[in-house]
């Protein structure tokens, strides 16, 4: 049995809540060279099938932060369950994803050889859960190495078909508790998460959808508004 095989097994036989399949160095994530972090630490995650990676989740996993600092690292973050879809006969294994999630860490680190990226594996099929498992993690890791006396932020890259899947209020029971459930998530008081929302912009190919992309950044409109959901185009 190969190694990502038996950390697969420990994610399904829920023995582990995150196992990390590549990092670009030990202490990740930790830089390299790391110091202590006063206040906060910033993980950027892209959370995808990756069934296959695309240019398009290259292009999303490198986002730059906004504004200065830029994050302190960045995780590429395979699920296995799904809220939506079971694994048909013709899609990549889970094995095959994570090896080539590998890839992708691997051209990061060839178009910038400083990118703190690692590959990892979770059993949660929300963002809710995803980011208080990851903060649990990522929580005990950082602390390992000595280098946090703050709290952590989490931003996941997303493209408009999966922000609008996380304002669907069948995911929560209903739109009243979805407004609950979302304002802890995002509360830097609370999970202390954030989205940054891709629309793909091509040269001579018409956008998405532009009525639906409307109706999703209203249902957005109060955590747009709060900065806690950022739309750019790539």
Same mark, same amino acid.
């Given at each position: 049995?190969?190694?990502?095989?038996?950390?697969?097994?420990?994610?399904?036989?829920?023995?582990?809540?995150?196992?990390?399949?590549?990092?670009?160095?030990?202490?990740?994530? +930790?830089? $390299?060279? @790391?110091? !202590?972090?006063?206040?906060?630490?910033?993980?950027?995650?892209?959370?995808?099938?990756?069934?296959?990676? %695309?240019?398009? @989740?290259?292009?999303?996993?490198?986002?730059?932060?906004?504004?200065?600092? #830029?994050?302190?690292?960045?995780?590429?973050?395979?699920?296995?369950?799904?809220? #939506? *879809?079971?694994?048909?006969?013709?899609?990549?294994?889970?094995?095959?994803?994570?090896?080539?999630?590998?890839?992708?860490?691997? #051209?990061?680190?060839?178009?910038?050889?400083?990118?703190?990226? =690692?590959?990892?594996?979770?059993?949660?099929?929300?963002?809710?859960?995803?980011?208080? %498992?990851?903060?649990?993690?990522?929580? =005990?890791?950082?602390? !390992? @190495?000595?280098?946090?006396?703050?709290?952590?932020?989490?931003?996941?890259?997303?493209?408009?078909?999966?922000?609008?899947?996380?304002?669907?209020?069948?995911?929560?029971?209903?739109?009243?508790?979805?407004?609950?459930?979302?304002?802890?998530?995002?509360?830097?008081?609370?999970?202390?998460?954030?989205?940054? +929302?891709?629309?793909?912009?091509?040269? &001579?190919?018409?956008?998405?959808?532009? $009525? *639906?992309?409307? =109706?999703?950044?209203?249902?957005?409109?109060?955590?747009?508004?709060? &900065?806690?959901?950022?739309?750019? #185009?790539?």
């Amino acid at each position: 049995m190969s190694s990502m095989q038996v950390l697969l097994r420990r994610i399904q036989q829920k023995l582990s809540s995150v196992e990390l399949v590549y990092a670009s160095h030990s202490t990740w994530p +930790c830089p $390299a060279n @790391h110091r !202590s972090h006063s206040t906060l630490f910033r993980v950027a995650i892209l959370d995808s099938s990756f069934n296959p990676p %695309t240019l398009a @989740h290259l292009a999303l996993a490198t986002t730059p932060r906004s504004f200065v600092p #830029d994050y302190d690292a960045r995780l590429l973050l395979l699920s296995v369950r799904n809220a #939506d *879809k079971q694994l048909k006969p013709s899609d990549a294994t889970y094995q095959q994803r994570m090896e080539m999630m590998v890839l992708l860490a691997n #051209d990061m680190q060839d178009d910038d050889p400083t990118t703190n990226v =690692a590959v990892a594996i979770i059993d949660e099929p929300t963002f809710v859960g995803k980011s208080s %498992t990851l903060n649990e993690f990522l929580g =005990a890791r950082i602390a !390992s @190495h000595g280098s946090l006396s703050g709290k952590i932020e989490l931003t996941f890259f997303q493209g408009i078909d999966t922000l609008e899947r996380l304002f669907e209020p069948r995911y929560y029971g209903s739109s009243e508790e979805m407004q609950v459930v979302l304002r802890r998530f995002f509360s830097p008081a609370g999970d202390n998460s954030r989205i940054v +929302c891709a629309r793909r912009v091509m040269d &001579g190919v018409e956008g998405e959808n532009e $009525a *639906k992309v409307r =109706a999703v950044l209203e249902t957005a409109r109060e955590f747009i508004s709060t &900065g806690r959901v950022k739309v750019v #185009d790539i």
